[in-house]
């Protein structure tokens, strides 16, 4: 059983950063593969950037890919999304997921467990 609680969201301008954060109940969590997804007002939940166990593979969804940047640290049970150069459709509730496999996916349904969600709004 995991239990994951985000953190980080806000209100920023377009072109600002923010860091989001997923911290993780359990004695296993470099076990589990873990990943980002988002949804915005009106739309379906879509995948924004997973993580190996290790660490070692990262995946990103294109609308992300040299914005953001995903990574974490097992020995404080966190994973991390470093979101730079933010723009108004960024504007979501962002969920961190764990996957018993320990692999990365973008497959929303590889993933055992959900955190509630952290608010991201851009402003133009």
């Known amino acids: 059983q995991v239990q994951l609680v985000e953190s980080g969201g806000g209100l920023v301008l377009a072109g600002d950063s923010l860091r989001l954060s997923c911290a993780a109940s359990?004695?296993?969590?470099?076990?589990?593969?873990m990943g980002w997804f988002r949804q915005a007002p009106g739309k379906e939940r879509e995948f924004v950037a997973a993580?190996?166990?290790?660490?070692?593979?990262?995946y990103y969804a294109d609308s992300v890919k040299g914005r953001f940047t995903i990574s974490r640290d097992n020995a404080k049970n966190t994973v991390y999304l470093q979101m730079n150069s933010l723009k108004p459709e960024d504007t979501a509730v962002y969920y961190c997921?764990?996957?018993?496999?320990?692999?990365?996916?973008?497959?929303?349904?590889?993933?055992?467990?959900w955190g509630q969600g952290t608010q991201v709004t851009v402003s133009s």
């Open positions: 993580i190996s166990g290790s660490g070692q593979s990262t």
């Open positions: 359990g004695r296993t969590f470099r076990w589990y593969g």
């Open positions: 997921a764990a996957d018993r496999t320990v692999g990365a996916s973008r497959l929303e349904q590889e993933y055992d467990y």
